[in-house]
């Protein structure tokens, strides 16, 4: 089973700031099956990124996803209050069996 | 409009089985392009995908549940249904059902989720 890695656990920043967060699976993932999530305090998670770099309909440019192999990063532009959450990242493998990373929570610092 | 919309008991005793049910509506069940999926999420932890079915029958499951789990469709109330069987506390979890796209693999609509709790 792929095992996928998130870092930092948690990223304090400001509005306006970059976000940064790394995905790294224990083994290579298919570009293809690689999507990252956003969800907030009682809420069911919402679809940012899929491919490893498509934006899901209606996801702000600021959202943007890169990566390959075993690194996947999900970018956050510029931080706006309603983007303080906390991120997972998926991915689906062989088997079939699809996985979550255990997340990157963003705060206002 | 795709909604998926959860329902089932929300407190389970030990032992027992847990039973949901997940409606669709904006869309068929049967139209062949997604999976439908079971997700869980134990409070203030991470996710676990539990499985999925496809309209016509054919299920995977999650390796670690599989022995307890059984996911089942009802094409005809465009619904879908999961069976945790001998559950324990460590089975309290928001429950929630999603859809895939087929060969995509990544879940595009949820449903707002269920809290179940195993307790006597």
């Known amino acids: 089973e792929i095992v996928l890695t998130q870092s930092p656990g948690t990223l304090s920043l400001s509005p306006g700031e970059r976000a940064t967060?790394?995905?790294?699976?224990?083994?290579?993932?298919?570009?293809?099956?690689?999507?990252?999530?956003?969800?907030?305090?009682?809420?069911?998670?919402?679809l940012l990124i899929y491919g490893a770099s498509s934006r899901a309909t209606?996801?702000?440019?600021?959202?943007?996803?890169?990566?390959?192999?075993?690194?996947?990063?999900?970018?956050?532009?510029?931080?706006?209050?309603?983007?303080?959450?906390?991120?997972?990242?998926?991915?689906?493998?062989?088997?079939?069996?699809?996985?979550?990373?255990?997340?990157?929570?963003?705060?206002?610092? | 409009q795709v909604q998926l919309q959860e329902s089932g008991p929300g407190l389970v005793k030990p032992s027992q089985t847990l039973s949901l049910t997940c409606t669709v509506s904006g869309g068929s069940i049967s139209s062949g392009d997604y999976y439908w999926s079971w997700i869980r999420q134990?409070?203030?932890?991470?996710?676990?995908?539990?499985?999925?079915?496809?309209?016509?029958?054919?299920?995977?499951?999650?390796?670690?549940?599989?022995?307890?789990?059984?996911i089942s469709v009802d094409t005809s109330k465009n619904q879908f249904s999961l069976k945790l069987s001998s559950v324990t506390a460590a089975d309290t979890a928001v429950y929630y059902c999603a859809r895939d796209l087929v060969w995509e693999y990544y879940f595009d609509y949820w449903g707002q989720g269920t809290l179940v709790t195993v307790s006597s």
């Open chain 1, 21 to 46: 967060l790394s995905c790294r699976a224990s083994q290579s993932v298919s570009s293809s099956y690689l999507a990252w999530y956003q969800q907030k305090p009682g809420q069911a998670p919402r």
């Open chain 2, 42 to 70: 134990p409070p203030g932890k991470g996710l676990e995908w539990i499985g999925y079915i496809y309209y016509s029958g054919s299920t995977y499951y999650n390796p670690s549940l599989k022995s307890r789990v059984t």
């Open chain 1, 58 to 109: 209606g996801i702000p440019d600021r959202f943007s996803g890169s990566g390959s192999g075993t690194d996947f990063t999900l970018t956050i532009s510029r931080l706006e209050p309603e983007d303080f959450a906390v991120y997972y990242c998926q991915q689906y493998g062989s088997s079939p069996t699809l996985t979550f990373g255990g997340g990157t929570k963003v705060e206002i610092k």
